[in-house]
Every structure is written in C-alpha cells, then in structure tokens.
C-alpha cells in the first residue's frame, strides 16, 4: 500500500494533538514531523518534500496564509482554521480543503480522501483502486474492483462486495467523489453499482449479481453515456 508523508503546521497544543491523533488513524498517512510555528515549516520545505500539509492560518511571525504565498508547495494542502474569514483565500491558493475548528473525524477523513485522490490522479496514469470508509470504530479497506454495488439504509449505506458487506454513515455524494463514475455509477437515490458486474439491463431495470436494482430518471441519462462509451 502507498503510503503519503504528511506534517502538521499548528501553533496550539490541543489542536495539534487532536489532528495527529486523526491522521495516525488513517493507514495510507504517513506523519514525518510537526511544527508549531510556520516559519520553520517553511525552511524544512524549502529542502524537504511532503505529499501532505495540515496548516493552520492564525500564527506568530509567519500566518498560514503567508507560508502558502511565500513559496510553491507541490503537496496536497488542507487548512486547519477556527475562522470561515479566510476561505475564499483558501481555494485561491488552491487549497485542498478548509476544516473549521472543531471538526469531527468524519469531516477529516473526507478532507484526506479528497487529498488521497488527488495524489493518486497526480502520481500515477492510473485511476485508484480502493478507498478506505469508517465503519464502527475503524477504517476499512475496500477494493474498488471488488465493489458490486452500494445500497442505502435511512442513514447508513451498505457496501456489497464480492466477499463481504460493509456498513458506513458515509454518504452518497462522498462516494461519488472519490470513486470515478466509470468503475461504480450512482443509478438511485439509493443505489450506487459497479460497472463491470453488471449481468443485464432491462425496463430500467439493472441485474446484478441476484439483484434486480432501479434506474431513476435523474441519473439515467449519465449511466447510459457511461456504459455506451467507448474505453
């Protein structure tokens, strides 16, 4: 498994702690260092490479803000902040992602798999082959090509692989953003399915594995297009 080199720029001990706790949780994160001041976090990029930045903006000397001016961070970035003031200057720096303080591991987890799967798109030609989704109290890994179809439950989804079933409160629209739609297709409010495991289609009607799965109108037109296009 790739494992990406992370640090933590955070002035306030609390914070600090609380942020590596979160990432020391996620196994493709790989914590290298802390800094509680942004200044010698400048001076460690300047000669060191890092895939992943948790950095807070409200700092002595040197702002968050200011280290994301002051030179080119090839990484991932994602913002650790109390103040929403500073957002929009956020993604014009070309942040990853803004958390508010005090955010919940669930929000966290969805920051880093939108970094993860940027690192994936910049390091490789290749598309992800899995994702991590919290389940009880831990991560598990789920293989994209063994995904045969997602389905929901009130506040739950139920992923359904090809050896066992999965329950998160991860919702369908993280899904879709951090799996391509050409390997599983959001079909239903209540149904996500893998491409390549569909047996056959019939009256808006989708077989799959023993199940027979809806497509709705809403998202019929866009799972046509991508299972009619051309590899």
């Known amino acids: 498994m790739d494992r990406y080199s992370c640090i933590i720029i955070e002035d306030e001990p609390l914070a600090l702690k609380r942020t590596s706790d979160f990432v020391n949780k996620i196994p493709f994160l790989n914590l290298i ?38 030179t080119k961070i090839d990484g991932q970035v994602i913002i650790t902040t109390a103040y929403q003031k500073y957002a929009l200057k956020g993604y014009e720096l070309n942040v990853t992602d803004y958390l508010l303080k005090p955010f919940t591991f669930d929000r966290f987890l969805k920051a880093v798999n939108k970094a993860h ?21 831990r991560l598990e890994k789920i293989m994209l090509n063994e995904i045969v179809y997602i389905e929901g439950m009130r506040d739950y989804r ?52 023993d199940e027979l799965i809806p497509i709705s109108e809403t998202y019929k037109e866009v799972f046509f297009q991508i299972i009619h296009r051309k590899p």
Request: aromatic share 10%; charged share 25%.
């Open 158 to 209: 139920r992923i359904h692989t090809t050896n066992k079933k999965v329950m998160t409160l991860q919702n369908f629209n993280e899904f879709e953003k951090i799996i391509p739609a050409n390997i599983v297709c959001r079909v239903h409010k209540s149904y996500m399915v893998a491409i390549n495991k569909i047996v056959s289609i019939e009256r808006n009607r989708i077989k799959i594995a």
């Open 117 to 137: 799967e940027n690192l994936v798109s910049h390091n490789s030609d290749s598309q992800p082959d899995f994702i991590f989704v919290k389940t009880e109290y």
């Open 33 to 70: 260092d802390t800094f509680d001041n942004a200044l010698n976090a400048l001076y460690y990029l300047k000669s060191n490479k890092v895939d992943l930045l948790f950095l807070d903006i409200n700092m002595d000397e040197l702002s968050g803000i200011e280290l994301l001016e002051s």
